[in-house]
């Protein structure tokens, strides 16, 4: 773990861990393995317990899997061209309007359909006071940048004193409107939503987190209780849901999910198509039938839990709705 990252007891990283807590086959052992050691392995408390099974909609978003190793023709290291689109280290500027400002690229957990599975992993790094200096100087010099979107990795492990000094540098530059955060520790790790990092968060610019849940279940109680105490200092909470094969694809899963996310407090904002990156075929879901199952919940569920269906299309092209 690089230094700033706060520390999590009880987490399981390794294979034998995973097996130990019965969360892995013991015949899986040597795919897990392999898979390991191509993309990093991370299962929270907060996120073990709630596995029944490793194919249960929980257990296929976090234990490794044999299919991994298998990468499609269509599937690319960097889905939405990233590196392409990286002027400096740590930013990524598509949109005139929008920079995003990546400080690490480690995660609570790590998500086996992620978009940036070759990029992130506890050795991923973490931006140097020398590179996270070149960031806000590309910002400062870009003053159409309007919002900057703290992102990753999971910019919420950050250690509280290290992300409110982000934080405040970020604002402090006068063009910069709006910062936002994407997330998944709300749901990965709730109790690192401590009144030390609220208080790192209660700035004075408008700040919007976007936390990312795929299924009704990662909504405990201890989420909610988080999401109260950061909607209590006035930060709008956004959701966003990767469309999964065998997870959320079909109008309960997801009809459930959106209606537990507006409980928490959190408006559900994208329903993202899975990127194509390497080893991620099996959570595929036909674009059409996204559509549909957004079509048959529309009216079956409040106007407000319903997300737009988004496509990042491949090569750094940006988002369109589907
Ligand atoms: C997704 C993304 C954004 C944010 O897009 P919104 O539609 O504003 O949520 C900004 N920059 C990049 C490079 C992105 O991939
Ligand atoms: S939390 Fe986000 S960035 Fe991290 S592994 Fe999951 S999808 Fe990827």
């Known amino acids: 773990m690089p230094d700033g990252i706060s520390h999590k007891p009880r987490t399981l ?8 807590a019965g969360l892995l086959p013991a015949e899986q052992r040597d795919a897990a393995e392999a898979v390991a050691a191509r993309y990093a392995v991370s299962v929270p408390p ?3 317990t709630l596995i029944e099974t490793p194919d249960d909609p929980i257990g296929l978003q976090f234990i490794p899997d044999a299919a991994e190793l298998i990468t499609a023709p269509h599937e690319s290291a960097d889905p939405i061209a990233d590196e392409a689109l990286s002027p400096v280290p740590g930013i ?3 949109y005139p309007d929008r920079a995003l400002l990546k400080p690490l690229l480690a ?3 790590y998500c086996r359909f992620c978009f940036r599975r070759e990029q992130v992993g506890p050795d991923g790094g973490i931006l140097s006071q020398a590179e996270l200096e070149g960031a806000y100087a590309y ?3 870009h003053p159409g940048i309007r919002e900057v979107i703290l992102t990753g990795g999971d910019p919420l492990i950050l250690s509280p004193r290290r992300l409110g000094e982000i934080l405040r540098r970020v604002q402090a530059i006068p063009h910069v409107e709006l910062l936002r955060i994407h997330s998944r520790v709300p749901v990965a790790d ?3 939503i401590t009144p ?3 208080a790192a968060l209660d700035i004075d610019k408008p700040l919007y987190l976007a936390i990312h849940a795929n299924h009704a279940r990662e909504i405990t109680p201890a989420t909610e209780s988080a999401c109260r105490a950061l909607a209590r200092l006035g930060i709008p909470l956004l959701g966003q849901t990767v469309l999964l094969a065998n ?7 997801l009809g459930d999910l959106f209606r537990a996310m507006l409980r928490a407090r959190i408006k559900p904002y994208y329903l993202h198509q899975l990127d194509p990156a390497p080893g991620t075929a099996r959570f595929h879901v036909e674009p059409e039938r996204g559509r549909e199952i957004l079509r048959n919940l529309r009216g079956k569920i409040s106007g407000t839990a319903l997300p737009t269906y988004i496509l990042d299309r491949p090569g750094g092209l940006g988002k369109i709705p589907l």
Request: proline share 6%; with cysteine.
């Open 46 to 48: 907060a996120l073990a």
């Open 190 to 192: 709730p109790a690192l």
């Open 196 to 198: 030390e990092l609220l």
């Open 139 to 141: 910002i400062a010099a």
């Open 92 to 94: 990524v500027h598509r």
């Open 247 to 253: 997870v959320n694809d079909n109008e309960a899963a």
């Open 13 to 20: 990283r390794r294979v034998e861990e995973l097996i130990e």
């Open 107 to 109: 995660c609570p957990v």
